[in-house]
């Protein structure tokens, strides 16, 4: 597969695990949700793999992959006082 084809297939793969987050599936499975062939599949699940948006369930002999939800952490900081209009 040809680069400038992973982006587009990336953002493919990580919606349709953002769409249904309970969701898990094999690599099989998922190539037959985005019309696509496993081979074409499996280096977009490692990268999100090793990006922390999927998590790999089982073992290396029978995967199942599910979406993790990222973390997010904000500091806010409610001392200041807010002036009033």
Not at 40 to 60: K, R, S, T, V
């Amino acid at each position: 597969m040809v680069s400038k084809e992973l982006v587009p297939l990336q953002m493919e793969c990580t919606l349709l695990f953002q769409s249904n987050p309970y969701m898990i599936e094999t690599a099989e499975g998922i190539s037959k949700k985005l019309g696509r062939k496993v081979d074409d599949i499996l280096p977009i699940i490692d990268q999100l793999e090793n990006q922390g948006i999927l998590q790999m369930l089982g073992d290396e002999f029978s995967p199942l992959y599910r979406y993790k939800e990222p973390k997010i952490i904000q500091d806010i900081d409610f001392s200041e006082e807010v002036d009033s209009i």
